[in-house]
């Protein structure tokens, strides 16, 4: 029944992750004109897709592949490597996302980080890389003492939902404020942010989507009978082996 | 040691969510004009201050109560009472502070509930009110059968997160969006948003104090080891009684 409930989440969760993905991709391909690296407004088009993408998707999948009960009776190593081989993959996709956000503005002489999007995003992925480089240090290679692994995995397991939240801040955001600049140069009335013509009701949908997704996430990552199991103490004093930290 | 990291943790989260309600109140002093109820901007004013005051640090703080460890060798009834009160506050002051909006865009003709900062804020007052009443019914009222009060406990706790990073993100989009339309008045180009002026910082670091509000309520919430102690069997089976639900 626990893994019924579980299943039953984790599905919700997938299919919102998926379903973000495909509506910021719509977004962009219907509304913005799609994807080009060339200064215009369909360079800026990849930070939203690579931002969601890689910091809320691949990464909320990442930070609960851990409680998946198929996963619990296998060698713990191999879905390490998947966790951290996705966050690898997300810290690129957002350290790309970054990069077209930063040329489309410097090709087009506008100032960057002022907004507090921009604040907020740029610390979610500076602590994001931290906690990237500080797990892989700690909890893989091999010669990272057994001892600092247990101080660490509280930290890390804690840092990672706060890096999570940050990162559906950031986007939801991002989202609004894009929505507000699109209304700015409208001057039909009835295609501004407030007549809510279609690509500003899609725009707040997927809003709500990330912000469901994220919430899916957070209810995985808080329910304590789904978290992996601890494995007994003559398994937690087994020195340098990367298993179960 | 225990008790002392959680204090710590608890002086961090009041004092971020006191300087939080002084930013919110000085933004709207030193820059916005003032406060009144007369239709124009200053009523707009009780909008940031009511949500940031209600939805954001009443209710926060209302949220950790319990896991002070002061009050766990206390009447949990006496608690449950102050728990309920300081968020009835909240949710009176969200709905006023609802009322401040609504009542500025209906005097200035300006479309509501279209951003996706509306969606998600209408979203979360309105879970929030569904949720201090169930909570009301389930765990105040000396009817409530234990048996659904037991079965309902772990979903208002969840739901109580849930809705709280839903606040946290209404917020930070709110704050987000009125620096844009601050901005979008300015004729002058080093009063724009995009040129920092000392109120777009203020406001950023208002959004940040927000952020860092919402992390130290969710690190209180999400770590183990600070939550109340469960009662003993013997305990939970007296029917009718409200103390450990």
């Known amino acids: 029944m626990r893994s019924v409930h579980f299943y039953i989440t984790y ?17 962009s391909f219907r509304w913005r004109g799609g994807f080009a690296w060339d200064g215009s407004t369909r360079q800026f088009n990849w930070h939203p897709v690579l931002m969601v993408t890689g910091l809320v998707v691949l990464y909320g999948n990442a930070v609960v592949l851990y409680r998946i009960p198929l996963t619990w009776g296998q060698n713990k190593n191999s879905w390490k490597l998947l966790h951290g081989g996705l966050l690898f993959l997300a810290m690129l996709l957002a350290i790309l996302g970054l990069c077209a956000v930063f040329d489309f503005h410097n090709s087009n002489r506008i100032p960057n980080l002022y907004s507090l999007h921009s604040w907020l995003g740029i610390s979610t992925v500076t602590l994001f890389t931290a906690q990237w ?83 899916a996430v957070l209810k995985i990552l808080s329910t304590q009978k789904w978290q992996r199991p601890e494995p007994r103490c003559d398994e937690t004093t087994r020195l340098l082996s990367p298993e179960e930290s």
Chains 1, 2 share one sequence.
């Open 11 to 27: 599905l919700l969760c997938v299919s919102l992750g998926i379903l973000s993905v495909i509506f910021v991709l719509y977004w």
């Open 133 to 215: 480089m500080l797990g892989l240090s700690a909890f893989v290679l091999p010669c990272s003492p057994m001892a600092f692994r247990q101080l660490l995995k509280p930290v890390h397991v804690c840092m990672g939902s706060m890096i999570f939240v940050l990162s559906i801040a950031s986007c939801l955001t991002g989202i609004n404020e894009k929505l507000i600049f699109i209304s700015e140069g409208k001057t039909n009335a009835t295609q501004r942010y407030s007549a809510l013509p279609p690509e500003s009701v899609f725009g707040n949908t997927l809003g709500v989507l990330i912000a469901a997704f994220g919430l």
